[in-house]
């Protein structure tokens, strides 16, 4: 995990960021967190709010947004994928609160459409499987279908531990299918 500067990333072409979770930790935690100054930003309506960001080795993009007027923070992300940013935070998962699916379902519908060219993977959110074979050669899928940043995540994350099993990951058909 790496932090990186909000006011040069903003200068960079837009990126898309989610609405993912309600975090329930106070600004002087987070502070302690991420070890540095947030870059404070005034939002119109909410007053000011202190902004951290963090990439992955992955190329998960997450933000977090304390309101000086509020107890906790949210969690935007570069992709609509809650269970991705979570295998990132498990020290914080009790905290994390998911906004229900359908809060901003229209707002991520259209923020996907804007973006598509620039990032075709967001038309993909659950085209690709994570596969492990076992022991007895015989395939398994781990887990639900998730996006191929996801997928190639836990991937990473598995060998990692040193397990002698065989992962990969595949992309899905229409039908949902390995291709």
């Known amino acids: 995990m790496k932090l990186f500067d909000i006011e040069t990333e903003g200068k960079k072409p837009a990126r898309p960021w989610f609405q993912l979770f309600l975090l329930h930790v106070d600004r002087r935690t987070a502070r302690e967190w991420f070890g540095t100054e ?3 930003e005034f939002v119109q309506g909410l007053g000011d709010a202190d902004i951290w960001a963090v990439k992955f080795d992955c190329g998960l993009t997450v933000g977090f947004e304390f309101l000086h007027l509020e107890t906790g923070g949210s969690i935007r992300a570069s992709e609509p994928n ?3 940013v979570q295998r990132h935070f498990q020290n914080w998962k009790s905290k994390l609160e998911p906004y229900p699916a ?4 229209d707002l991520d519908a259209m923020t996907i459409d804007h973006y598509a060219e620039r990032h075709p993977e967001l038309l993909e959110p659950r085209s690709y499987q994570l ?17 191929l940043l996801d997928a190639k995540c836990w991937q990473t994350e598995l060998e990692s531990h040193k397990h002698k099993q065989i992962y990969w990951v595949s992309k899905l058909d229409s039908t949902g299918k390995k291709g």
Request: hydrophobic residues 25%; without cysteine; negative net charge.
């Open 102 to 105: 359908s809060t901003f379902a």
């Open 82 to 84: 809650p269970s991705h």
């Open 131 to 147: 596969w492990r074979q076992g022991d007895d050669g015989n395939e398994m899928p781990i887990g639900e279908p998730t996006s």
């Open 38 to 40: 947030p870059f404070v």
